[in-house]
């Protein structure tokens, strides 16, 4: 790109949106502390200050101690400038928030539906429910600013449209930001839900981790990374997508895709179900799973900790590639209790070298369901709160 | 930490450093391109210009033209101001070079090393071959600003010290930096063999790609991961330690590392030499197993081939995991030809899904022997070219 088109398309930084972003740790500080760090001018500092006041996202935190004289005013973060629409769509259950940009939930509603029916009457209803959780928030609509959205299948993350999702017909290429932008005129990013699930624990729960792997269990197995702090989403927003491994050692029952002895075959809900039905246990599905273990059901609980040996042998090799220092089990299965993290522990204890495993800690999701929502949260606010974003708002 | 302990420690930034990220592209630029592209006055750019101009960092590169009047001098990265030394150890060889800033040899060598002789030895060797490099080069070693030095084990990467590597004995924990430093006078960094021939092969070659995998092939078997343009290390610097993964399907050989089934019991270079054997073909190393092939030896090219299968295997969970859009395959074996890479793609791409593999593309590496001496240069100068180092250093 030659030097007059950079300039075309780049912002023109006033060096607010910079500075904004060591205020986003909600710590207060002076003029004179900003002009410190920074080593900048007084009179430079003076003028980024207030261009972020009257945009909002700063605001007076009230006087720090003086050792004489008038004490200096302070400025901090202020998440509750703007909102952001966070909503997370499953197969059959979809759940929406209006948080603020640090994730504090305003309004939230959840509800079923049928994601088969397609994008058009689905995204109609996300429009429908964000307009209400505005209102129920107490926020205009010029307050949105974002809106992030989770979906049950692969999403090229750069155009946000879902790529052959095999549970969403109707879906593949539909254009899910320019669907929902023109209705509700912000922009608009989408991910799938498990990417935005490990976003959400780590956002709310392990912000100090840089190397964490979250681990969903339910009708199918997937898997999303925070590598040194952020979300990594690989060449073609694919990475994580474990349910297709072959599990070393694991039984060769035939999968979906074609192959056998994939991941979702043999550890999945359906797959347990289907185990606990050879058996002759009712089970059509991972909740029938769940509540059979719940209910101390001694076969189920086997089964799910077998399920959970066969994860930990796939997880063993996730382990040995990235290296995390936390995997978070989460998903439908995983609240069924401690005997899938059990059995997921078994094996990467024993399959993984001590150098990888002597720090790394496999523990349950704290979110829960709520997981995927957080992280619609953190994804849409992250959008509009970075250097580049606040400069293009206050230019 | 408190404000006044930030500031202690954060060098004050000029902006310098940060306008000098913008001609790291090597392109030259007029003070008033840089005005227009940072939205910075241009008194500012010129203190910048000038400081950047003193320290050699940049130099003058021409005048632009000129729509009337006298014809505005431009700017670009220099990249010859000055040297780095890198450091690439092997358990029975040695590779070093003196580069400018841009990976531009300016002089090589290498030599038969005993790893195992112990960090004090080996370590003033090359202190011994840096100041002869230096000399070759013309340069003096005031000019030298930074050391990457690759070894063939575990690393700390932020202390550069070496975590029970298991060849080579007495270098646990010794400190690599502290020694070559008080000799050399300059930062020393320091990571494993594998992830600095990913650096040297990303940087020299795939410099585009922002998602890379590179496999070495040898008398172990290990990965250096390039995610989103950097390198991964993982939170114990173990990340791409694929040696000690079980193969899906493989034999269940022992390893030394008391499991059995590992990639590296069943493809290294040692195990393929062991298979051989039980053919009665004379074989003792990875070197008489690529002579072996390339003399014609069908068992010896099926076998490699074979090895490439089970490769295969743990790079299709590699890909699920991943999602790189290119596999560089290096290290000794890898010099055998066709045959490794044939094994390899065969099972990836039988084993992964569409979306992985559609633009994925598995290749041998360009840089061969030279990759991991490339990495080291590349990873020296990151350090002193960041916009902090170039803030210290002109401040």
New interface residues.
């Given amino acids: 790109m030659r030097?007059d088109e950079?300039?075309k398309f780049?912002p023109?930084?006033?060096?607010a949106g910079e500075m904004f972003q060591l205020l986003r740790d909600g710590q207060p500080?002076t003029r004179s502390?900003l002009a410190?760090?920074?080593?900048?001018s007084r009179s430079t500092i003076a003028a980024r200050v207030d261009l972020l006041l009257a945009s909002g996202y700063i605001a007076p935190a009230g006087e720090a101690s003086s050792t004489g004289g008038r004490p200096p005013a302070t400025f901090a973060f202020n998440p509750a400038a703007r909102v952001v629409l966070a909503v997370d769509l499953g197969a059959t259950h979809s759940r929406l928030a209006v948080t603020d940009l640090a994730g504090r939930v305003l309004a939230e509603h959840g509800e079923p539906i049928a994601i088969g029916e397609g994008p058009d009457p689905v995204l109609e209803r996300v429009v429908e429910l964000g307009h209400r959780l505005l209102a129920a928030s107490g926020r205009p609509l010029d307050d949105l600013v974002s809106v992030g959205v989770g979906l049950p299948g692969?999403v090229e993350h750069s155009t946000g449209r879902p790529?052959?999702p095999p549970i969403m017909p109707g879906w593949d290429d539909a254009d899910v930001p320019g669907l929902l932008g023109r209705r509700l005129h912000v922009p608009v990013l989408v991910d799938n839900d498990v990417n935005l699930m490990a976003l959400g624990e780590h956002a709310t729960q392990w912000s100090t981790v840089?190397?964490l792997l979250f681990v969903k269990v339910a009708t199918g197995i997937g898997?999303g990374?925070i590598?040194?702090g952020?979300l990594?989403?690989?060449?073609?927003?694919?990475?994580?997508?474990?349910g297709?491994?072959?599990?070393?050692?694991?039984p060769e029952l035939p999968c979906r895709?074609g192959?056998t002895?994939c991941l979702e075959a043999v550890a999945s809900g359906p797959a347990i179900a289907a185990a606990l039905r050879t058996l002759d246990v009712s089970a059509d599905a991972s909740g029938d799973v769940v509540a059979l273990v719940r209910a101390g059901d001694l076969a189920a609980s086997r089964l799910v900790r077998e399920a959970g040996r066969h994860i930990g042998?796939?997880l063993?090799?996730?382990v040995?590639?990235?290296?995390?220092?936390v995997i978070v089990i989460g998903g439908h299965v995983a609240e069924s209790g401690e005997h899938l993290i059990a059995g997921i522990r078994e094996v990467v204890y024993?399959?993984?070298?001590p150098?990888?495993t002597?720090?790394?800690r496999i523990v349950a999701s704290r979110t829960g369901a709520a997981a995927g929502v957080r992280g619609a949260s953190a994804m849409a606010a992250e959008h509009v709160l970075s250097a580049a974003a606040i400069d293009a708002l206050i230019t």
Same sequence: chains 1, 2.
Avoid: F, K, Y
């Fill in positions: 030097m950079l300039v780049a023109r930084p006033t060096g500080r502390d410190t760090v920074t080593g900048q692969p790529i052959n840089d190397d898997a990374i590598s040194d952020a990594r989403r690989g060449a073609q927003g694919a990475a994580g997508d474990i297709h491994v072959a599990v070393p050692g694991g895709c192959n002895g042998e796939v063993a090799a996730c040995s590639v990235l290296n995390p220092s024993r399959r993984s070298l150098l990888a002597q720090h790394l």
